[in-house]
């Protein structure tokens, strides 16, 4: 059974920074990519970012591009979602996950999906 554990999650005020993290317990994810997804109340889930297990390529949404970055530590069987210049639409519970395959335009569909995290609280005060 994969387990993904998401944190750093937390109160911040618009124009603040940062950094989450999912660690994965699963040593190797070979031919997997890992995403990032966000749902605000009364919204549907909604694709952030991922990655290439291996770092072999990236894929944003357009509404985060420029201010996030996704990132992968494979020592440490942890992918990163690094966020800048926080503003209040951006308040959401995010969910990290793991799909099979390789990176592409698939992996913004929370139905390419294998394993989910439970889920981070970000919440940006105006």
């Known amino acids: 059974q994969v387990q993904l554990v998401e944190s750093g999650g937390g109160l911040v005020q618009a124009g603040d920074s940062l950094r989450l993290s999912c660690a994965a317990s699963?040593?190797?994810?070979?031919?997997?990519?890992m995403g990032w997804f966000r749902q605000a109340p009364g919204k549907e889930r909604e694709f952030v970012a991922a990655?290439?297990?291996?770092?072999?390529?990236?894929l944003y949404a357009d509404s985060v591009k420029g201010r996030f970055t996704i990132s992968s530590d494979t020592a440490k069987n942890t992918v990163y979602l690094q966020m800048r210049s926080l503003n209040h639409e951006d308040t959401a519970v995010y969910y990290c996950a793991a799909a099979p395959g390789r990176i592409g335009r698939p992996l913004m569909t929370p139905a390419a999906y294998k394993y989910w995290g439970q889920g981070t609280q970000v919440t940006v005060s105006s």
């Open positions: 699963r040593r190797t994810f070979t031919n997997f990519a």
């Open positions: 990655i290439s297990w291996s770092g072999g390529g990236t």
